[in-house]
């Protein structure tokens, strides 16, 4: 065991549950409206909270042991065999406790899930968002994150992804793609304004994730050593570079730069770097980063307009436009000529871009199809996903939590 990888892995856990509680929290807290910023909230704690214990029960096992192409087995349920606390022994993996990796991915799984409730925010039962959560992660993230890092699974070791362009952020939008459409479109949508309740609430949000970043994608290094820093400097130059790059293509599109592009160009350009975190040269970082962003600006006007549908809070436009281009240009950029440390020759870019498109893909259909599956369970249990109209219009904070999150 190394000590330092040991307090790297455990800080990196922190930080990546700061981005989730209280980082995500706020960032959509922000953007919805006031009547139902307790509701946010509340589905952003109570889904990780509900994760956690999943994962410790099961969902640890079945994504991070080996049977399957797609699911492990139930040998490390309730993390059974990791440690003996009377012989003061643990199970590694690598140089850390294996009790340290489940720890840090379960933070993974918990970001992943929290980032889906930003499709169909304000229109939806607490207890219906639990239990398609369930469903979803035991469904659609175990197996995809099984597929891409877990030793056996389908995928390993041939798609790129450092720190989850495609197990969390394509997975995590297309699912909340998926989900805008079954539940519909919010009360007035396209006919009322529907601004942001509170834009500094959403740049703190936005901020603590950034912060929190260095611990999901330099954390992702599982060790103190080379690949970290370059992981942490990455994540710096590409999020600038994806800030600088929203603002001016609003200033192109003849708008004011705004704080809210400000901090949603630095979303993108986290979401676009998170694949290609130490995989990549900083120079193909900042690349990255400009490139996501102007991509995301378009997915969240006109990719939204094209697809008709209300993903409240941009996930797709944003979380998967953004680890779409970001999961390609990895698969560029990864190559040797290019700077990168992976790829010998420009010649083997073809073969990985394939490898690329086609963890997208396979995730896509398995988070989409289990999504549409799950909501419809969940409806049945909960006699319908969405609130009733008079409750939707009142506002979710007093209609399903019975509070406010502003006295008048």
Not at 63 to 90: C, H, K, L, Q, V
Not at 166 to 176: R, S
Not at 261 to 273: F, H, K, N, R, T
Not at 334 to 340: E, I, M, R, S, V
């Amino acid at each position: 065991m190394n000590g330092a990888d040991l307090v790297w892995v455990g800080i990196s856990t922190v930080l990546v549950l700061m981005m989730i509680v209280p980082g995500v929290a706020l960032f959509y807290g922000g953007l919805v409206r006031s009547k139902n910023i307790l509701s946010v909230l509340a589905q952003v704690i109570g889904v990780f909270s509900l994760v956690q214990i999943l994962w410790f029960a099961y969902g640890y096992s079945l994504a991070f042991t080996e049977s399957t192409a797609f699911f492990g087995n139930f040998s490390r349920a309730f993390f059974s065999g990791m440690f003996n606390i009377p012989g003061d022994t643990y199970e590694l993996s690598g140089t850390i406790p294996e009790l340290s990796f489940a720890s840090f991915q379960a933070t993974f799984a918990g970001i992943t899930c929290a980032l889906v409730i930003g499709g169909f925010a304000e229109r939806i039962k607490f207890s219906a968002v639990l239990i398609f959560i369930a469903i979803w992660m035991t469904f659609a993230y175990i197996p995809i994150a099984h597929m891409i890092w877990a030793s056996g699974g389908f995928l390993f070791g041939e798609a790129l992804d450092f720190a989850g362009g495609t197990v969390v952020h394509i997975n995590a939008a297309v699912a909340a793609l998926v989900a805008a459409y079954v539940v519909g479109p919010r009360l007035g949508y396209g006919k009322e304004a529907m601004q942001p309740h509170n834009l500094p609430m959403t740049f703190i949000g936005a901020c603590l994730l950034w912060v929190g970043w260095f611990g999901f994608n330099a954390g992702s290094s599982l060790a103190a050593n080379n690949s970290m820093a370059l992981a942490l400097f990455n994540t710096i130059i590409a999020t600038a570079g994806a800030v600088i790059a929203w603002l001016a293509t609003e200033a192109v599109m003849g708008r004011k730069s705004s704080l809210l592009g400000g901090a949603s160009g630095a979303v993108a350009g986290l979401v676009g770097i998170t694949p290609a975190a130490a995989l990549v040269s900083p120079v193909a970082a900042l690349i990255i980063g400009i490139v996501t962003a102007i991509f995301c600006v378009w997915g969240v006007n006109g990719l939204k307009r094209l697809l008709k549908v209300d993903d409240t809070l941009d996930v797709f436009g944003i979380h998967g436009v953004g680890g779409i281009v970001g999961g390609i240009l990895t698969g560029i950029f990864n190559a040797k000529p290019l700077g990168g440390p992976g790829l010998e020759t420009l010649a083997d870019i073809p073969a990985q871009l394939w490898s690329q498109v086609e963890g997208m893909l396979i995730a896509a259909v398995i988070s989409g199809v289990v999504a549409f599956i799950g909501l419809k369970i969940a409806g049945l249990i909960t006699g319908g996903v969405r609130v009733e109209r008079d409750d939707e219009r009142q506002g979710l904070d007093i209609s399903s939590h019975g509070e406010q999150g502003y006295q008048k």
